[in-house]
């Protein structure tokens, strides 16, 4: 009998299996899709490895998990130097942001509304209800009125006014105008811009925690969604694809709503509700291959101005020193919205168009892109609505006593988070099992209450 189930082979499933196989149990994991990573896979387009969308190793990943993808990816883990871009009143500025590319490219009357914001912020109420406001007082109108507010309803379809506290304190760390000066000077030098990425894409390190965790003994299983999981006195039945297994307990990393419609006995109503309540906003990753060797030099082009659909445009060769081909290279275009609105639906050619002509309102030069393949993604960022807030509470306090079946991950949780902070939570998953394989309560809430700190690095 297998001890431990893991719904779903993306970074938090995988690490929580390779770790709990470490402490001695049986894992076995179900992966719907024919492949590990979820949102953290790579695949190829027109011969090139890609992602879903621009993604990056952060230095600020815990010791112990960037020692243990060190040892398993060894040189093919390169150190990066970031170099993006920010369009912003119609003027390029370099991100991460550094001092004399800020003094030399922004407008001198947006900085001097900063610098007059930032003089002023003493002034301001420390009173805030909403994202909006909360970012106001951090970083002041200048900022919040500029960037984040239409950068934010980009992403999230709806007004900052609408949102939560909670979703700024997930998504921005910059305390205020200082602080943002303050990193600004560091990534002024290279080793401030550093990221880690690998050879063949970011779902090299999905890809190396499985290899490694089926050399260790864990089963995995693709191709298998989970159809029902059904929990008895003494264990869990878990039914994915064709197979049935019996298990103490199970990790879900799997979607909320998807979870709970394999349970029995089910949830109950309340929670139900409160599920379906909780909207997500989905994302459509748009790859053009252009028959050049190099678009631009820039890693990444971020579009904070609603008069662009496009959010962020990456190009996959400019993150690594890989095997890519000399005469293309294929860019990856981020666009939010909601499933089944206008352009969820639209012919991938449609969209390449839609992208084409976003770029050269940018500024950008015309890719003359000969292909495109868009993958839709229908739960990428949790929407922290002031309308659902009684809801969040509803599934935080039910995820707050899990019983025998845990949910973690970014989908698990309805969280922003990086990639590392899934990779802990899987870490502190395993590490909360007793030798039985069942999990302890009070160690695995202390883990949920300090992940509720995790601040999102761009």
């Not at 878990?238 to 909320?256: A, K, Q, R, Y």
Request: with cysteine.
């Amino acid at each position: 009998m297998s001890d431990i189930a893991v719904l779903g082979a993306g970074p938090a499933g995988l690490m929580t299996a390779l770790k709990a196989r470490e402490q001695g149990h049986e894992v076995t994991i179900f992966e719907a899709s024919d492949r590990v990573g979820g949102m953290a896979a790579s695949f190829e387009v027109a011969g090139q490895r890609v992602d879903f969308g621009s993604h990056r190793l952060h230095p600020a990943t815990d010791p112990e998990i960037m020692s243990l993808i060190k040892s398993l990816l060894g040189d093919d883990l390169q150190t990066r130097e970031r170099h993006g871009r920010i369009r912003l009143k119609n003027q390029w500025i370099g991100f991460p942001l550094r001092t004399l590319d800020m003094i030399k490219h922004l407008p001198i009357r947006f900085s001097g509304a900063v610098a007059f914001d930032t003089i002023t912020k003493p002034l301001r109420s420390s009173r805030t209800s909403d994202f909006e406001s909360e970012i106001q007082r951090r970083l002041g109108p200048t900022v919040a009125r500029e960037f984040y507010g239409p950068y934010t309803t980009k992403l999230y379809g709806v007004d900052p006014s609408h949102l939560t506290t909670e979703l700024s304190n997930r998504r921005v760390s910059a305390a205020g105008p200082l602080h943002i000066i303050k990193n600004a000077v560091r990534a002024s030098r290279p080793e401030g811009r550093i990221f880690y990425y690998p050879r063949r894409g970011y779902g090299q390190i999905a890809e190396s925690l499985a290899e490694t965790a089926i050399d260790r003994g864990v089963k995995l299983e693709l191709r298998s969604p989970a159809r029902q999981v059904t929990t008895k006195q003494d264990r869990v039945e878990v039914t994915c694809g064709n197979t049935s297994i019996d298990v103490n307990t199970v990790f879900s990393s799997i979607p909320l709503n998807a979870l709970i419609q394999t349970l029995d006995p089910p949830p109950p109503a309340e929670l139900v509700t409160a599920i379906d309540r909780q909207r997500t906003r989905g994302m459509l990753i748009a790859h053009l291959v252009v028959p050049r060797s190099q678009y631009t030099p820039f890693d990444a082009h971020y579009f904070p101005g609603l008069d662009i659909t496009t959010a962020r445009l990456s190009e996959a060769k400019n993150y690594r020193d890989g095997d890519d081909p000399d005469d293309l290279t294929v860019l990856c275009a981020e666009l939010a919205c909601w499933v089944d609105d206008e352009i969820w639906n639209l012919p991938s050619e449609d969209i390449g168009q839609l992208v084409e002509e976003d770029l050269q309102r940018a500024g950008l030069p015309s890719t003359g892109h000969v292909h495109v393949e868009v993958r839709r993604l229908p739960s990428v960022y949790p929407v922290y609505e002031h309308s659902t807030v009684d809801a969040r509470e509803v599934i935080d306090n039910w995820l707050h006593e899990p019983g025998r079946v845990v949910s973690l991950g970014r989908q698990g949780l309805g969280v922003p988070d990086n990639l590392h902070h899934v990779l802990a939570m899987g870490s502190r998953g395993a590490a909360a099992l007793d030798a039985s394989g069942l999990i302890n309560q009070k160690a695995w809430q202390d883990s949920l209450s300090e992940f509720a700190q995790h601040v999102v690095q761009d």
